[in-house]
């Protein structure tokens, strides 16, 4: 078999996988369910995943993977050139993903849900070096402080947006897309430039 029919066959069992978690549910879902949705045998699901838990870690993957890409477009399509316009539109877009609004189109409900079944350590890694390239990017600029720490400042970032996706507020309009971004736009970088004026 070759690599590109492996990795056909891998992303049409994942594919499965997700049909069926939507349908049956994540508990209830069996590896020979995922085998007919994906019209495999059995062992064939077995040569890609070694049990039920192999394959949900690569769909939370999977579902991670198209979560960044999407807020990718999210912020080159709404976010402003500036660090804090990408910022705030990426605590909107994070928002968005926790309320899962229609008609925004980037969410699949579960496909959020089966990427929260990874490790909060991981989730939070993962999201912080996401960001390490814009805040990298800002230092080079002179949009943020010379001496900012880039893992530190994308970890506090990533923080920020963990608890806007998992913590209600009871003052903010979390469905309101201007509401979080007045909410999240006069902290989100300030702490990144330090006592100097920033540029504009």
Known sequence: MTQIAETDTREIIISAAFTCFRTMGLRKTTMVDIARAASVSRSTVYEYFRDKESVVEACAESASQRFYRNMVKAIDREGGSTLEDKLVRAAVFVTQARQVVA??????????????????????????????????????????????????????????????????????????????????????????????????
Do not use: H, I
Not at 141 to 158: H, K, M, N, P, S
């Open 103 to 200: 008609p925004e189109p980037y969410f699949d409900s579960d496909e959020v849900s089966v990427m929260m079944t990874k490790n909060a350590a991981t989730l939070l890694q993962e999201c912080a070096d996401f960001f390490a390239p814009y805040l990298a990017a800002a230092r080079l600029t002179g949009e943020v402080r010379g001496d900012l720490d880039v893992a530190a400042a994308g970890e506090w970032f990533a923080r920020m947006l963990f608890s806007l996706f998992t913590t209600p507020s009871p003052r903010l309009e979390a469905n309101s897309d201007q509401a979080v971004a007045e909410f999240v736009r006069p902290f989100v970088v300030r702490g990144f430039v330090g006592d100097k004026p920033r540029r504009r």
